[in-house]
């Protein structure tokens, strides 16, 4: 097996349906399995895909049940123990593929083995550039993100290198971390750095992957040479910043930013950086 791909639902069953149905539509020319985890949403997904994609004529396709919901970490750490592929992709139910992606990237893992993780140039459904891949965040990055301090010039040149502003996405590049909604990872490199961090309920699971790549001396790498496509919403930043504190979406990224800073200090933001071992 060359290829799994877990994606993991969470009510989002019409997303999950049209996600699978491009990446059979544009699959990977090499074998390959794809192993749908729900989150415990109760919204029939799994009677959803033994309807459209039953096992007789899509034997590829897996369906995992979760009891419970554990969070974007572990729901995706239940798809990564079930998978078989000497590579394996994460891939959010808002994800539409794009021809070739696939074997794009598995020829440029292949061609650089000192690559623990990949990411395709992501667009928005109207084609414009999607941020996909970012510095690694100091302190201030969230607060600025989510109130009118950003605005600042202080808070928007912080934002702007964040982003990474200066790097405009047509070229392939290490970068310090990627957007875990499409990322493909070697397994040789995920056995040395460990699944995702479950103490991460959501957000910074994958900042923190990243980093545990580049402290273990893989790269990250953002690639240029394969496309998707993202229907992207930031539930944390939905509505009025000063009514975040009442969002449950924005309580648990606050969460996930102090477990974040605790684990990695802001003093130190290079690459090879060590965890402190606590989140």
């Known amino acids: 097996m060359t290829l799994s791909i877990v994606i993991l639902n969470y009510k989002t069953r019409g997303l999950t349906k049209q996600c699978v149905k491009t990446v059979l539509q544009f699959p990977p020319t090499r074998p390959y399995e794809i192993i749908v985890v729900d989150n415990a949403s109760g919204d029939g997904t799994g009677e959803m895909l033994a309807e459209r994609f039953p096992a007789a004529t899509h034997p590829q396709i897996r369906f995992i049940q979760s ?4 969070g974007f970490a572990a729901g995706n750490n239940v798809g990564i123990r079930a ?3 000497e590579y394996v992709m994460l891939m959010n139910p808002d994800i539409i593929v794009k ?19 990949l990411g395709p140039k992501l667009v928005k459904p109207d084609g414009s ?37 200066d790097f405009d996405r047509e070229g392939t590049t290490d970068v310090d971390w990627l957007l875990g909604a499409v990322l493909m990872v070697r397994r040789s490199a995920m056995e040395q750095v460990g699944l995702l961090d479950e103490r991460f309920f959501l957000y910074f699971e994958d900042t923190d992957w990243c980093r545990r790549f580049w402290s273990a001396g893989w790269r990250v790498v953002y690639f240029a040479g394969a496309r998707m496509v993202h229907f992207h919403e930031r539930l944390s930043a939905q ?7 009442f969002r449950r979406s924005t309580r648990v ?11 990695w200090p802001a003093d ?4 090879g950086a060590k965890p402190s071992g606590s989140a």
Not at 253 to 263: E, G
Request: contains cysteine; glycine residues 8%; charged residues 20%.
């Open 268 to 271: 130190d933001m290079t690459r």
């Open 239 to 245: 509505g009025s910043w000063f009514m975040g504190p």
């Open 253 to 263: 990224h606050i969460a996930s930013w102090i477990r974040y800073f605790r684990k």
């Open 67 to 70: 009891p419970v919901n554990a």
């Open 83 to 85: 998978a078989k592929g």
């Open 129 to 165: 550039l999607d941020s996909s891949c970012y510095r690694f965040p100091t302190r201030a990055v969230p607060l600025y993100r989510r109130t009118p301090l950003g605005r600042l010039a202080a808070g928007r040149k912080a934002l702007s290198d964040y982003l990474m502003h």
């Open 99 to 117: 021809p070739m992606a696939f074997d794009a990237m598995l020829a440029h893992m292949d061609a650089n083995p000192d690559i623990g993780a």
